[in-house]
């Protein structure tokens, strides 16, 4: 999201997404950044308002095209730079840390940061003073009143800001269609001491690498039930490092313990904490219920928690995994059974706290898809009072509203592309490359090989055709001796002037063959044609 007032402009974190469908090996989406170029000049910073990879996944790439300084917490920084260092990027970024409650002051804009809770530590909500007015961006947020790590949601901020009055409150959707409170990341706690009281075998316990309050909350009753910890998956072993070495997480002393030394534990003195809850093919519980984890796997009497919920387009995923799970003889605790699960996000009376508390003249909901911005819509016109179809706007990607004193108003609609991103290389991948992989996909590849006389131009020998992935074809049937025909026919028809002009002599053939393989076997494959001289 970009801020602008007069002639400047601030953006608001740069994260990257996860197609639901996965588009032909491409699991990373980012915005396409190329909108931005407009206000090139314009641009003075990035705030990150905290360190989850939809806020944060896309800032080198952001960086690569626009150099702007970035402020955020310690923790979320710690994160950034982690990525920004895959990218040998360090040393060309300027990171600025900031506190809770710190107001950095960044041309006409004095942005103050305001302690969030959420399901990661270390967030903010933000307060865009602008002289225009000011605007509240709530980041994730949800009002939880006892977190585990760090302070509760810092209402009191809020409410001097809102006294002081607020043009806009831009508000997080993502739970906008769940009615009370979000429950406070305390909540689990019963669940898991159950757990571990009840559990004889191995403990194994899938979640967010990121959920930082869940891992001090397993750490915590580990150790108080006499188990040790072990972290597996990369992504976790990373945040557990960058928490502990900033003091967020406390892991109580003697608890964690390696790999190697985990195997020399009996069954009941062990906790696994793994990454793979979304059954992600490649992460640690994938790997674990699959066998094919370096010596280790599932077996008959492990107790698998699965401390997260479901993102929507995971469900295949997440049902195979515990499919393979089940095969393997393990218990599996699931967010349906125990409470083993809380949400980050605001349900609909966090967000009356919320609009009560800031008291906006405007509401823009935002993050979440269409419909939880439309419920939180309709849930604020129909339970708070002055709030109506006029002050609650609806916006979508690529929309810019102009935020005046009395009035809003969509001034232009963009058009906003995906970048798609390669998950082994971390490199964009272009538009044309996933339309290209679709093709290939529905229809196949023919490769045509044709042998000319360098001299003549006439044909030698006979066209290679070969076939990958095309449908309906038997190799017995004189289907490939017929395309055959049809290719050496329309060389045969065309004039030497056509032939000498290569690419008008390859996309005739193109358009022949395609033709041909329509009228027998209905299929549209990806035809590339090469042409080799003698
Ligand atoms: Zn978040």
Redesign the pocket.
Known sequence: MGVRYGDEMIVVDAGMGFPEETPYGVDISIPDFSFLEEYRDELTAIILT?G?E??IGALAYILRKFNLPVYSSRFTLALAEKRLDEFEMLDDVLLHRVKANDIVEIGSFRVEFIHAS???VE?FSLAIHTPAGTIIHTG?YKIDDTPVIGKPYDLATLERIGSEGVLALLCDSTNATVPGRTPSEQAVIPAFQEIFEETEGRLFVSTFSSSLHRLQIIFDIAHEYGRRVCVLGRSMLKNVEIASEQGLLKIPHNTLIDLGDSRALDDDEICYLVTGSQGEMRAALWNLATGIYKGMQIEKGDTVVLSARIIPGNEKNISRLIGHLYKRGANIIEEKRRLVHVS?HASQEDIRIMVETVKPKFVVPIHGEYRMLFRQKEFIKNHIAGYDDDNIILIENGEILEIGEHSTQIVEKLEIFKTFIDEESMEEIEYETVRERKKLAYGGAISLVITLDKQSQKLVGEPIISFQGVAGIDPLNGFAAEARETVVKAINDMTPQQIADRPVFKENLRIQLKRFLQKEISSKPVIVTSVVEL
Do not use: F, Q, V
């Open positions: 905290h989850h939809d806020h959420h399901s990661l967030c994730d980050g």
